[in-house]
């Protein structure tokens, strides 16, 4: 089963921009990927589905400073002209047969 | 538009069994590709899978506590069951089910509900 690895934290000011990292372990580099966002005291929100080759599919209502890239094992978001409601935990999430498995999760703090 | 919705006791005592239930509405577990899973998060840590329901009755569980694990569908009620035997207070946390299509990721959560575990 695929293992994902996270950060634990990064952080960025307010209108800036971060990249989160999510690395999936050896052998699985194809993978394809899911972002969640799950801010302060509430349920994770589905954010995008992201491939191996860069594609992603971002989910209804998700707001255009949110974007995905790929790059070997590491599959990233994103966020452009941080918010103070993009202050939140983000968790990447991958499956193989069917099998779910989610990384630790990178708590986002804006400055 | 798809919803989901947990229900179940907020407070159960070591050793008992607990049964939530997800009632959703938007799509139905009748129609080919449609799942439902279970997914938890202690208080401060991670997400953790537990279960998948499929359209077709397809079942999957998290390999650590497949033996504790009953996930159920009543497809006419929109609803699907998890129950989890033998609860411990390391079970303590927020029950999420969410929306699955079969080969993909979850795509649309429930608001979850907070189960402790306690005497």
């Known amino acids: 089963q695929p293992v994902l690895t996270q950060s634990s934290s990064a952080s960025a000011s307010l209108g800036s921009s971060v990249r989160l990292t999510c690395t999936l372990s050896s052998g699985h580099n194809t993978y394809i990927i899911a972002w969640h966002q799950q801010q302060p005291g509430k349920a994770p929100r589905y954010l995008m589905k992201?491939?191996?080759?860069?594609?992603?599919t971002k989910g209804s209502g998700v707001p255009d400073r949110f974007s995905g890239s790929s790059s070997g094992a590491d599959r990233y978001l994103t966020i452009s002209n941080l918010q103070s409601d993009d202050e939140a935990d983000y968790y990447c999430e991958t499956w193989d047969s069917d099998t779910p498995t989610f990384g630790g999760g990178t708590k986002v703090t804006v400055l | 538009q798809i919803t989901l919705k947990e229900s179940g006791p907020t407070l159960v005592k070591p050793t008992q069994t607990l049964t939530l239930t997800c009632t959703f509405s938007?799509?139905?577990?009748?129609?080919?590709?449609?799942?439902v899973g279970w997914v938890r998060q202690p208080p401060g840590k991670a997400l953790e899978w537990l279960a998948l329901i499929y359209w077709d009755d397809y079942k999957r569980y998290s390999p650590s506590l497949r033996s504790r694990l009953t996930i159920t569908k009543d497809t006419f009620k929109n609803q699907v069951d998890l129950t989890m035997t033998d609860m411990d207070p390391v079970d303590t946390a927020t029950y999420y089910c969410?929306?699955?299509?079969?080969?993909?990721?979850?795509?649309?959560w429930g608001q979850g509900t907070l189960v402790t575990v306690s005497s």
């Open positions: 969410a929306h699955r299509v079969f080969g993909s990721s979850f795509d649309s």
């Open positions: 938007g799509f139905s577990l009748s129609t080919t590709g449609m799942g």
């Open positions: 992201l491939e191996g080759s860069g594609s992603y």
